[in-house]
């Protein structure tokens, strides 16, 4: 079965620093990969997707990821991170059909103003 | 168009009772995901049903079933809880084509005394 991991548990970062979250997956075959985003008190919302062509991908607020297939990795990136980026975020992969995301353990982060 | 609905939002329940928990799909998605969300296990999936079809099973008990109606709304039932159960219970609605993007609820907060 695949399993996705992500290493960092808690990250705090100041204001205008730069952003590397890890994402590992194990699987050997076509994967879809996500992160998703929760915001204190609200819903679970994608922040970008990679399927297939460009394994540098961006998303929404500035964030983007890059699909490494030889390392089996979608570290999720920001150039520089705001206070309103403190959430937890999770990366997910899709492996088969039907929409059955499995999740990594996510990642708080905190931004410091 | 209106987001995925969960109801209710919060749930108290006691060891032994069972309970039903709904939720209501963006209109035209037919695909209903149902995921776990505990702080020591992260984001766990339950369940997809497609077209009143289920069509792929988390490693979860038999204690946790679900259905969907012809409406795709659909809702998921635990029997016999559990004090472990006690958790935030997220269900996703999915484009039916294109990229087939997951859209979350807010969640439905069981709290298992």
């Known amino acids: 079965a695949q399993s996705v991991s992500q290493h960092n548990h808690h990250v705090i970062l100041s204001e205008a620093a730069s952003l590397e979250l890890g994402c590992n997956y194990s699987?050997?075959?076509?994967?879809?990969l996500f992160w998703y985003v929760q915001y204190p008190g609200q819903h679970l919302q994608l922040l970008l997707k990679?399927?297939?062509?460009?394994?540098l991908v961006k998303g929404i607020k500035g964030f983007e990821a890059e699909f490494i297939k030889s390392k089996f990795s979608f570290n999720l990136r920001k150039p520089s991170v705001q206070w309103s980026d403190t959430a937890e975020y999770f990366c997910?992969?899709?492996?088969?059909?039907?929409?059955?995301?499995?999740f990594g353990g996510g990642t708080r982060l905190m931004v410091k103003p | 168009k209106a987001g995925v609905t969960q109801t209710p939002r919060y749930l108290i329940k006691t060891r032994g009772q069972q309970v039903t928990l709904s939720c209501s799909p963006i209109?035209?998605?037919?695909?209903v995901s149902w995921y776990q969300q505990t702080p020591g296990q992260g984001l766990q999936f339950l369940f997809e049903y497609f077209s009143e079809t289920q069509r792929n099973k988390g490693n979860f008990p038999g204690r946790f079933s679900g259905r969907q109606f012809s409406n795709s709304r659909s809702e998921m039932n635990v029997s016999t809880l559990e004090l472990g159960d006690s958790a935030l219970y997220l269900c996703?609605?999915?484009?039916?084509?294109?990229?087939?993007?997951?859209?979350f609820g807010p969640g439905t907060r069981l709290t298992v005394l």
């Open positions: 699987y050997g075959g076509t994967v879809n």
């Open positions: 997910a992969v899709r492996v088969k059909a039907g929409n059955m995301l499995t």
């Open positions: 990679y399927f297939s062509g460009d394994p």
């Open positions: 209109s035209g998605h037919r695909s």
């Open positions: 996703a609605s999915t484009e039916t084509s294109g990229v087939r993007e997951q859209f």
